[in-house]
């Protein structure tokens, strides 16, 4: 394991320095940082690492897209919507065998469709949890050797057995999307959603009650007594980073 080097992404200074220190301790690592998704696509093109250890939502770049999506200055026709740390994933799994990558995360709500996207759709097999920094060497070192290896802290996060995954429920129809990007934009009248998904706005109404099923096939503890558009708006606006993610549109559009 000479020479294996390690790029952390994550914005947090103390946070990085702190995985830093815990990796350097553990093994031969030659460790570097970004502090945001786009820094690390320009640096994981411009030389060789062995691991990409990722967080999954940026502070500083999610405040600013939040800013902009209240005041109504996004459209889903932008070149670029919001950037986490899927596009760092996403860059990693093009670049094959070469880099493996570890998804680094907290277990909170708005971060499991990422995690879930992750580990689904970009076949990112390592999951640590930023609550356990003790077991990151654990994590790179299973990366390094091609063991799987998810935290039982992030794994209660993925999608269940029972349930439907993601490429087959939220994913699965373009169209559907739109309407939920539309939701995630802060579009709540029926009219306005049909208008910014470009759909006809009399079937609206008919995706809503489709969409909740879908919802539930994913989801299955999902509130699921109230309206369908209430439901769906809601659950939009808590995940509207994922919904308005660049690589999920890359990817799903």
């Not at 950037?83 to 760092?88: F, Q, T, Y």
């Not at 970009?122 to 999951?127: P, S």
């Not at 039982?152 to 087959?168: I, Q, S």
């Not at 934009?185 to 006809?200: D, F, R, S």
Request: glycine fraction near 6%; hydrophobic fraction near 45%.
């Amino acid at each position: 394991m000479s020479d294996v080097r390690i790029l952390i992404v994550e914005d947090l200074g103390v946070a990085a320095d702190m995985a830093a220190q815990t990796l350097k301790q553990a093994g031969p690592y030659t460790v570097e940082t970004a502090h945001a998704p786009g820094q690390a696509i320009e640096i994981l093109a411009a030389g060789r690492f062995d691991v990409v250890v990722a967080d999954m939502l940026f502070r500083p770049d999610s405040d600013e897209f939040e800013t902009r999506r209240r005041r109504g200055l996004v459209t889903l026709d932008d070149d670029r919507l919001h950037l986490s740390g899927l596009a760092v994933l996403d860059a990693v799994s093009q670049r094959g065998v070469r880099t493996r990558p570890v998804l680094w995360s907290s277990g909170e709500a708005n971060r499991r469709l990422h995690m879930i996207f992750a580990h689904e759709v970009l076949g990112c097999r390592v999951l640590c949890s930023k609550e356990a920094i003790a077991d990151l060497p654990h994590a790179v070192a299973s990366a390094i050797s091609g063991q799987d290896y998810i935290h039982p802290v992030l794994e209660m996060y993925l999608t269940p057995g029972f349930a439907k995954p993601l490429r087959e429920t939220l994913l699965a129809s373009s169209s559907r999307l739109l309407v939920w990007r539309a939701m995630a934009l802060g579009q709540h009248q029926h009219k306005m959603i049909a208008k910014t998904a470009g759909v006809q706005p009399n079937t609206i109404k008919k995706r809503m009650d489709e969409m909740r099923k879908v919802l539930l096939e994913f989801d299955p503890g999902c509130v699921a007594d109230g309206s369908p558009s209430a439901e769906l708006i809601r659950y939009a606006s808590q995940n509207w980073e994922f919904f308005l993610d660049e690589t999920v549109r890359a990817r799903f559009p």
